[in-house]
């Protein structure tokens, strides 16, 4: 004998059909526990920054205090849209640069032609990165 295949023929519908009495039932009641064991997860930080492989060349021999500034220049550059910023003193606790330090760093990325800085007297300078 040979094996046939299952065809249309086989197939009954009213079998798979739920008794109308059990769908009006109610579903039974679930067991529920009084403690909860969910553990909270403190918020991660999802800052990054995308450095540029030209930058990445430039830096390389870069002092650390420079490295970081770069970071965080890039960083402040996205949040501003590519747009000229400040850099202030305050957001640089983050970067772990001191105020003097930035100075020497703006200088030394400025030498690299990573960017270019508009100082002014007794004030934050104005930072534009180039893209070249």
């Known amino acids: 004998m040979s094996k046939r295949k299952a ?8 079998e798979l059909r739920l ?5 009006s039932a109610p579903a039974p009641a679930q067991a529920t526990t009084t403690t909860t064991t969910a ?14 492989t030209s930058w990445v060349r430039r830096l390389a021999q870069a002092q650390a205090c420079t490295y970081r500034l770069a970071l965080h220049v890039l960083y402040l550059d996205w949040k501003h849209d ?16 001191s105020r003097w330090g930035k100075y020497a760093a ?6 690299l032609g990573l ?10 300078p104005l930072i534009k ?4």
């Open 7 to 14: 065809q249309a023929d086989d197939f009954d519908l009213d």
């Open 19 to 23: 008794d109308p009495a059990m769908a």
């Open 39 to 52: 553990t909270t997860r403190p918020k991660r930080n999802r800052d990054f920054v995308m450095v540029p």
């Open 82 to 97: 590519g747009h000229q910023f400040r850099l202030t003193n305050e957001g640089l606790g983050a970067a772990n640069v």
């Open 106 to 111: 703006l200088r030394e990325l400025e030498g």
């Open 115 to 124: 960017v270019t800085v508009d100082r002014r007297f007794k004030k934050s």
């Open 129 to 132: 990165v180039r893209r070249d």
